[in-house]
């Protein structure tokens, strides 16, 4: 982080020089306890520019047009700063994370005066501010154009030559990453810092700064939903068959490494089912589901959700009658769930490639990694959740923006084991 004298040298400097590509300076002016000037729209299209742009920094209490060190009373900088928090979070979408720092800078006359440095950093979403899509040029903002908008998109999608998993997550460093999470990746006589770029988990930025990238984010960091908000995994469990929080036995939110996720949205789901018993001829144990088939479904959820979808977690839920695990995006390219379970295709390939070469799976798979890219995950789900309780588990695509899997639990009375048995005898 740059330090403050350094900062106020630099500050002095741009003033001095005027609006630009990468500044943007605004005037405040407060009537009682609200921000009345500049308005909190125009703000927001601002910063919403800077992050659909290369970022940039937007600099409060210095007059735009004479460049005039103006300042923020001390008593009314707790307002602007509840304002501005405001309208990153309730004025632009999705949500943009800032970085704001209050300076002193010295006016013409040597008087130094409080100003809120605000810095927005390229943001791998697209941005939309109150009055619509814009980009910087130049020392404006400006609307984008239709065509340019689409490339936009495209470029910060999971549709970009580049695939999204391979690109750089602007606010990351090196620093981030936990060090027991990077040794599995570290083979052989190599440099480190190579064979992370190799696999594709750092690059270097267009100012040749190393970058997670967000494969990197999701494998390295301790908490991947710093980065990307909703990187984790949401479980919860009812002790009954519809949503009500009276009803609410456990939750909890897999926030790790994504290894991390699968494994505690797996343990979840072990503690919160039943295994059921019938005593004749001789004790048979009934679990509700199928451990490696919910495996398979947990591991498939997190490796191939969108996450270029700003805002949406995997929801794993468990009812007494079903287990429902939500996963943000449609299907990839041509699938449908019609044709699910006899196709593959990765929507996050480097994820995907990491995830079977270099984790080893659950003991209850009996297989060797976590995934084995053969296409048999989905089959495997279906299969054994259906022999277990006679119900085929269902897919259903909803709206095209989210994937749910419904798997039905097994019990005595629900799959005619009690008269299964009385028959035998």
């Given at each position: 982080?740059i ?5 106020v ?5 741009q003033?001095?020089?005027g609006e630009d590509t990468?500044?943007?300076f605004k ?6 306890t ?6 909190r729209?125009?703000i ?6 800077f992050?659909?742009t ?5 600099i ?6 004479t ?7 001390v008593?009314?900088?707790e ?5 501005l ?7 632009i979408?999705p949500?943009l994370?800032?970085?704001t ?5 010295p006016d ?5 005066k409080?100003v ?5 950093q390229?943001?791998?979403f697209?941005?939309?501010?109150p009055?619509g ?14 065509d340019?908008?689409a490339r936009?998109f495209?470029q ?19 620093d981030a990453?936990?060090?027991?999470q990077?040794?599995?990746f570290?083979?052989?006589?190599l440099?480190?810092?190579?064979q992370?770029?190799k696999l ?28 990307l ?6 479980c ?5 068959t ?10 909890h939110d897999?926030d790790g490494p ?7 949205a797996?343990q979840?789901v ?7 018993a019938?005593?004749?001829?001789g004790?048979?144990?009934?679990p ?9 479904a ?23 009658d079903r ?18 379970d006899?196709?593959?295709i ?17 003991p209850?798979t ?9 296409g048999?995950?989905v ?5 054994a959740s259906?022999l277990?309780s006679?119900?085929?588990p ?6 095209h923006?989210?994937l749910?899997?419904t ?10 084991l ?5 028959e035998?005898?």
């Amino acid at each position: 982080m740059i330090n403050t004298t350094d900062l106020v040298r630099e500050l002095i400097y741009q003033i001095r020089l005027g609006e630009d590509t990468a500044y943007e300076f605004k005037a405040v002016t407060i009537r009682g306890t609200r921000v009345e000037a500049p308005h909190r729209d125009s703000i927001a299209d601002e910063l919403a520019a800077f992050a659909n742009t290369n970022g940039g920094f937007l600099i409060l209490g210095i007059n735009d047009k004479t460049r005039e060190v103006e300042g923020i009373t001390v008593g009314d900088l707790e307002t602007v700063d509840i304002w501005l928090s405001n309208i990153v979070t309730q004025s632009i979408d999705p949500p943009l994370v800032i970085e704001t720092r209050l300076v002193e800078v010295p006016d013409r006359q040597g008087v130094a005066k409080p100003v809120i440095w605000v810095r927005v950093q390229k943001s791998l979403f697209v941005h939309r501010g109150p009055n619509g899509y814009y980009h910087r040029v130049g020392s404006t903002k400006r609307e984008m154009s239709p065509d340019l908008l689409a490339r936009i998109f495209q470029q910060r999608s999971m549709a970009r030559l580049i695939r999204f998993d391979e690109q750089l997550v602007p606010q990351s460093s090196e620093d981030a990453i936990v060090p027991g999470q990077k040794t599995r990746f570290i083979r052989g006589d190599l440099p480190e810092a190579i064979q992370l770029r190799k696999l594709y988990l750092v690059g270097d930025d267009e100012n040749s700064q190393p970058r997670l990238t967000v494969s990197g984010v999701l494998l390295l960091t301790a908490r991947p939903a710093e980065y990307l908000s909703s990187a984790y995994v949401q479980c919860v469990a009812y002790s009954v068959t519809e949503r009500n929080a009276q009803f609410q036995v456990d939750a909890h939110d897999c926030d790790g490494p994504v290894d991390t996720q699968i494994e505690q949205a797996f343990q979840f789901v072990k503690r919160n089912m039943r295994v059921e018993a019938v005593k004749r001829p001789g004790r048979v144990d009934i679990p509700q589901y199928d451990l490696g088939a919910v495996f398979e479904a947990i591991v498939n959820s997190v490796a191939h959700r969108d996450y270029a979808m700003h805002g949406s977690r995997i929801r794993l839920h468990m009812f007494s009658d079903r287990l429902e695990l939500s996963t943000p995006g449609g299907l990839p390219n041509s699938l449908s769930v019609q044709t699910i379970d006899s196709n593959s295709i990765s929507r996050n390939e480097t994820l995907v490639n990491l995830l079977s070469r270099y984790f080893p799976a659950d003991p209850i798979t009996r297989r060797t990694n976590m995934i084995e890219r053969r296409g048999e995950g989905v089959p495997t789900i279906m299969t054994a959740s259906e022999l277990l309780s006679t119900r085929r588990p269902l897919y259903e695509q909803i709206d095209h923006t989210e994937l749910k899997l419904t798997i039905y639990a097994a019990s005595r009375e629900m799959n005619g084991l009690l008269a299964q048995f009385d028959e035998d005898e």
